[in-house]
Structures are given as structure tokens and as C-alpha cells.
């Protein structure tokens, strides 16, 4: 189905307030919701295949704690999960394109405007470069 609500998330504090938010738009517009995690190590030299697949495996278990986060809020709101062998901002991109997203939800980037300058901004990155709407959700 076209027009999915795709969410960025991470586990982190920001990641799950965009949740709620996001449970919310998906059941209002009747819309099933992506839950994207991208686990791509970012490139330190080496071999990091194993670092992949540990932290795909740390992805699994985020989202399915996020599916059953979704279900006690809305168990209306049907839910897939995406794990994408990609970094987040891509991932998260790469998937609003595949499923023809009616919106990306985000939490907004922790840690300050030095470490978005010096790390990048998932949620910077997607603001600027997405083609679809993007709801970012603050930090409460």
C-alpha cells in the first residue's frame, strides 16, 4: 500500500516521542506505519561486519519493542518494520521512497547543535533532503 507514514527511530528519547506522534498520524489518516531502523556502522576503516550485524540485532530489538509500544498506544495502527543495511538518514530516505510515504516523522536531533556540526543530523539531513512532508517531533 502507498502513502505509509514512515518513522525514524532509534530508541532514544526524541525517537520515542516522534513515536507517539506518529501512532497518532497514522491512525488518523488511516495509514499503516513503517518503523525504520538503519544500522549501517559509519565507515572507521576495517572490518566492520560484525559491528553490523551486532548492531542489527540491537536494531530487532528496538523495533519490537517499538511495535508493541504501538500497539498499547493505537492496536488499530498496523505496523511494519524496516531494517535497512544503511545509515539512518539514507535508510530512512531510502525507504519513504519505496513506500511511497504520505509523511516522515522524526525526533529532533539531541546532543546540540556542535555535535549535529561535527557528527551530522539524521534529522537534519532528512529535513533538507527529503521530497516528502517531515514532522519533527521535539524532545519533551
Same mark, same amino acid.
Given at each position: 500500500?502507498?502513502?505509509?507514514? @514512515?518513522?525514524?527511530?532509534?530508541? *532514544?528519547? &526524541?525517537?520515542? /516521542?516522534?513515536?507517539?506522534?506518529?501512532?497518532?498520524?497514522? &491512525?488518523?489518516?488511516?495509514?499503516?506505519?513503517?518503523?525504520?531502523? =538503519?544500522?549501517?556502522?559509519?565507515?572507521?576503516?576495517? *572490518?566492520?561486519?560484525?559491528? +553490523? !550485524? +551486532?548492531?542489527?540485532?540491537?536494531?530487532?530489538?528496538?523495533?519490537?519493542?517499538?511495535? %508493541? /509500544?504501538?500497539?498499547?498506544?493505537?492496536?488499530?495502527?498496523?505496523? *511494519?518494520?524496516?531494517?535497512? %543495511?544503511? !545509515?539512518?538518514?539514507?535508510?530512512?530516505?531510502?525507504?519513504?521512497?519505496?513506500?511511497?510515504?504520505?509523511?516522515?516523522?522524526?525526533?529532533?536531533? =539531541?546532543?546540540?547543535?556542535?555535535? =549535529? /556540526?561535527?557528527? =551530522?543530523?539524521?534529522?537534519?539531513?532528512?529535513?533538507? !533532503?527529503?521530497?516528502?512532508?517531515?514532522?519533527? @517531533?521535539?524532545?519533551?
Amino acid at each position: 500500500m502507498a502513502g505509509e507514514i @514512515v518513522l525514524g527511530y532509534d530508541g *532514544e528519547e &526524541g525517537s520515542q /516521542a516522534a513515536l507517539r506522534t506518529a501512532v497518532t498520524v497514522a &491512525g488518523a489518516f488511516h495509514r499503516p506505519l513503517v518503523i525504520v531502523f =538503519g544500522y549501517a556502522p559509519a565507515p572507521i576503516g576495517g *572490518e566492520v561486519a560484525d559491528l +553490523a !550485524r +551486532a548492531v542489527e540485532d540491537i536494531g530487532k530489538q528496538i523495533t519490537s519493542a517499538a511495535v %508493541n /509500544a504501538v500497539k498499547e498506544l493505537d492496536a488499530s495502527v498496523t505496523t *511494519e518494520v524496516a531494517l535497512v %543495511n544503511d !545509515r539512518p538518514a539514507e535508510a530512512i530516505l531510502r525507504a519513504a521512497d519505496q513506500y511511497d510515504a504520505f509523511a516522515i516523522i522524526v525526533g529532533a536531533a =539531541g546532543g546540540g547543535p556542535l555535535r =549535529g /556540526a561535527l557528527l =551530522g543530523s539524521t534529522t537534519y539531513q532528512i529535513v533538507h !533532503r527529503s521530497t516528502r512532508p517531515v514532522v519533527v @517531533v521535539p524532545t519533551p
